[in-house]
């Protein structure tokens, strides 16, 4: 028997009181986030909050929403992942170090949607789906409240970190901006312009708009790539392998093949600045945002919505002139497969509220959704031979989002020092997603083979490289829909001491039901101190796309027992299907959490500030599983698939619900706002989050996958140490906002923590006394592989401080000018373990030279100047 947890409501928004508007003393905006029943301030909260003003964030000489939230707010992170896919145009920002799709995003405080997009690649937030924050445009934004506190019990699923919550514009100021900047080091070239305004409707509505674009360049950071290009030259003429080690192409090592094997000549000659290397690549990208209110009688209409498309061009893995994945009629000194994406976003809610008596009502029901359609150039299809197409379409993941709820609330007179305030409701939400097949030549198996050198007769990499397309197997539509009722009361018993409570239950079609409550509380204490504390437990549904993602892959590989090369399948499989049910997968379970914490605060005058601990327990996380592939030698793996009648597939992997985490952490805000005299106004602030996650149970690998020989875990090293270390353990924000007479100077200064990544596996003593020569710190530990003596090295990113200054002139009232540097001392990260000619060159840090973890990118110091009007 299932029991309703009631629970603390007044979850409004928490990152550090950095901005605070400058009308306002410091801690009193009004947030609306995380509760029902009335408005909060910031200092007035039983749960940490923060109020991020739309004039501080648009100071900001970051690009993105994304961007200006990792300078803001401490315990906001995200990596810069350089994989060629939705990465490039969603960052998967988190909260507190969970993953993206455990905070919930809302857009004037209803539930935003996800993107279509799965990371499936090697990145921070591997296996979610997160929510692109940066289809709002700063332009647009009145205000973000960011609320670090579980919020399950309120808005239902995915608020297990928290909740960010944007609020558009509502002001009816003309307004309009173009800026220009480009990095120290070359690229990263970016024109942004933003247009808009309102009108009133009468005297007591109205409506603003907000038109946004950007262009940006990528700025590359690539390294030459010295490996052998072109096929050896033995003595007799033949022609043999490529090397695969760094540094033989450019006569450091010797060419592969037999004895005697001399470099193809034009290998002295090649360009080998061939990689694109970028924290982000080439993206254009325009949007519209709306929001309207008008009073109609005794009622309010309101309306709001955002509509994005955002082009982007990113690229693949260079594949070398002699690889046989090239056809060499086509492409002689090799080629980079490039992956366009365009991704559109929209959204649009219609709503009314008014008044019954003394009982406040809210209707409601907002519709958006999102599509990233694929296609493919400078790339090639190697079964087609030279008929092969150089470009291609590739397909397109969608999912869609309705959601309509009705909120009713009212105040009762008790007798306590407050009237007690309820609200009640209920919610309904359909989501749907989608997968669309590429064009056929994207994925199909040709009759070509590779025609010449060491791999004559072998068939060559199957569909269209980089991406290949999406196949007809892997098409999809699905729905599904929820339903849910929430209740929320608070009260103040006596003066000075409040009491939240909140319960939700939702039904979901494709899982069932599940109960979350939550209960916070706040006491104030003599002098300006407060305490107060929070309980409560949340859940993340699995996503459509968790649980009917699926894409192949086509490869070729040699049978070992006919020695000759065989057709072969790599599969991410939906965890429903009987391939993934054949090798142990489960249904998808939703995550639960338990939240818990509680801290102080301060308030007087022009100073806030904060101390709260943090403790999130979350069970059965959703993962995608290591890759499953038969040990070397073996056909196990096929041989028992193909008897169930699943041929071919050579490579599996699937969603999980593989792991428990324990998250803890320590968030300390202080800020102060002040006259200094007749120098004008001052703003200080200061933020520190500290997080841990550790995992508290691994599943074990499934039975069915033991019995055939295959010893890698369900949640291999890559994932754990991804999971437990790959996000900054630290962070430090420091700022000061400085207006004397027409000049503003605003300086911001970053600290991001240590962050860990598996550099390489299996490594001998030999190897590692040879990593231990370069100039990167790292640690070992036991190889996960079992070889006796060998260890997996732990690669170690050092702390790293970020420091953003600007300089703005006021014109006159109508026109600002700023002049700024993001990274103004032109700081890169940590750089890779490298491979040398001695060590393993099968790695690609020999070309790239900074880690996709690394927490602040590695574009180097970024300069712009601005110019802003508003009438």
Known sequence: ???????????????????????????????????????????????????????????????????????????????????????????????????????????????????????????????????????????????????????????????????????????????????????????????????????????????????????????????????????????????????????????????????GTRLDPRDASVDRNVWRFADQGDVEDWSLVGNLEKPLGNVTLYSFGAYRVSKAH???????????????????????????????????????????????????SIYGGNAIEYRTENTLNAT????????????????????????????????????????FGAEYRRDGYRITRGEPASYQYGPARVLDGPGTGAIPTIGSQGFAGIQPADEVDVSRRAIGAFVELAAEPIAGWQVNLAGRYEDYSDFGDTWNGQASTRVELPAGFALRGSIGTGFHAPALAQQYFSSTSSRTIVNNTTGFPEFVLVRTAPVGSALAQALGAQPLKPETSVNYGGGVTFASGGFTASADYYH???????????????????RRLRDYLTGLGIPGVTSVRYFTNAVDSRTQGLDITAAWRGSIGGLGELRLSAAYNYNETRLRRVSATPSQITALGIT?????????????????????????????????????????????????????????????????????????SGAAGNVDVIQQLRPQWVTDFSFTGHVNRHLDVTFGANNIFNVYPTQNIRSTPALTGADTFGAFPYSEFSPAGFSGAFYYVRAGVRF
């Open 712 to 784: 890698t875990p369900l949640f291999d090293v890559n994932e754990r140490t991804r999971f437990e270390y790959g996000q900054p353990r630290d962070k430090i924000a420091l700022g000061a906002n400085w207006n004397v007479g027409p000049f503003t100077l605003d300086a911001r200064t970053t600290r991001y923590g240590k962050v860990e990544q598996v550099a390489l596996t299996n490594q001998s003593a030999a190897n590692v006394a040879l990593i231990a020569q370069g100039n990167t710190p790292f640690r070992t530990q036991p190889t996960e």
């Open 1 to 259: 028997m299932k029991h309703l947890l009631f629970a603390g409501t007044a979850l409004v928004l928490s990152t550090p009181a950095i901005a605070q508007e400058v009308s306002s003393p410091a801690g009193t905006d009004i947030v609306v986030t995380g509760s029902r029943v009335g408005e909060r301030t910031v200092t007035t909260s039983p749960v940490p909050i923060d109020s991020l003003r739309g004039e501080e964030i648009r100071e900001s000489g970051y690009q993105e929403t994304t961007e200006i939230l990792r300078q803001l707010a401490p315990s906001f992170a995200f990596a810069t992942p350089t994989t060629p896919d939705g990465n490039t145009h969603i960052h998967s920002a988190s909260l507190r170090g969970l993953s993206p799709d455990e905070t919930l995003v809302l857009l004037n405080g209803k539930r935003l949607h996800t993107a279509a997009w799965v990371n499936t690649g090697g990145t921070i937030g591997k296996g979610s789906t997160p929510t692109d924050l940066n289809q709002i445009p700063a332009a647009g934004v009145g205000r973000i409240e960011i609320l670090r506190d579980g919020a399950s019990a309120t808005y239902g699923s995915d608020a297990i970190a928290g909740v960010i919550n944007i609020l558009l514009r509502t002001d009816t100021e003309f307004h309009g901006t173009a800026s220009a900047g480009t990095t120290y080091d070359g690229g990263g070239d970016t024109y942004e312009f933003s247009l808009g305004g309102g009108v009133k409707l009468g005297e007591d509505g109205f409506v603003n708009l907000t038109g946004y674009y950007r262009d940006h360049k990528a700025a590359n950071r690539a390294e030459p790539d010295t490996r052998q290009f072109y096929f050896g030259i033995a003595p007799n003429g033949s022609l043999q392998p490529l090397s695969a080690r760094y540094g033989a192409g450019t006569g450091l090592n010797p060419p592969g093949g037999v004895a």
């Open 314 to 364: 990113s690229n693949a893995s260079f594949r070398r002139a002699g690889q046989d994945e090239n056809v060499r009629a086509i492409y002689p000194n090799g080629f980079l497969p490039f992956i366009n994406t365009e991704s559109t976003d929209y959204s649009a809610a219609i709503g009314l509220r008014g008044e019954i008596g003394s009982w406040k009502w809210d209707l409601s």
């Open 384 to 423: 087609l031979g030279a008929a092969s197409p150089t470009a291609f379409y590739n397909g397109e993941y969608a999912n869609s989002q309705w959601t309509t709820n009705l909120t009713v609330s009212n105040a009762f007179d008790v007798g306590f020092a407050r009237p007690v305030e309820i609200a």
């Open 616 to 634: 999130i327990d979350i069970d059965d996380r959703i993962t995608l599983s290591s890759n499953y592939v038969d040990a070397a030698g073996s």
